[in-house]
């Protein structure tokens, strides 16, 4: 390598750091799609719930207490997702020039969550069942973190699945 080239590039010239998206993000298991995206959404939750609860029990925390938040938490960030992508490609679903018809905004298979609105609503949920609980939201917060960081880490991988992460 000369001194000048940067230290990502390979042998071939291509950059190290680029890895293609493969050509389908959808297989089929005869009339069932499985798509590489909300596999990793699935598998990114299960792993930030995961973690989160055995975050919980080492301050000692009642088992399945974590498990029980995320089940709102979930919920709430997956409406919060899809509100953030519709209002901020409100011109797709909306106005005179929409591709969509306005009612297929509910479509979430049909693609587009917002990771800002999903955190949003998602942070409602827990706020709630916390409050319903009597838990100290800040010590959910903290225990919780962490978990949040790795699984969105490996739900970004359902972007570069559907080519959206190139």
Known sequence: MRPSEPK?????????????????GVWHLGFIPIRAYALCFIVGIAVGVWLSERRWRARGG???????????AVIFGLIGGRLYHVIVDWQIHFGPRAIKE?????FIWEGGLGIWGAV??????VWLACRRRGLSLGAVGDTIAPGIAFG????????WFNQEAQ
């Open 62 to 72: 009642e088992k399945g207490t974590i498990s029980d938040i995320a089940v709102p």
């Open 8 to 24: 990502s590039a390979s042998v071939t010239g291509m950059p190290l750091a680029l890895i293609p998206s493969p050509s389908q």
């Open 102 to 106: 306005p009612y297929r905004a509910l």
């Open 120 to 125: 949003a609503l998602g942070g409602v949920g």
């Open 152 to 159: 969105q880490a490996i739900a970004r991988w359902g972007n």
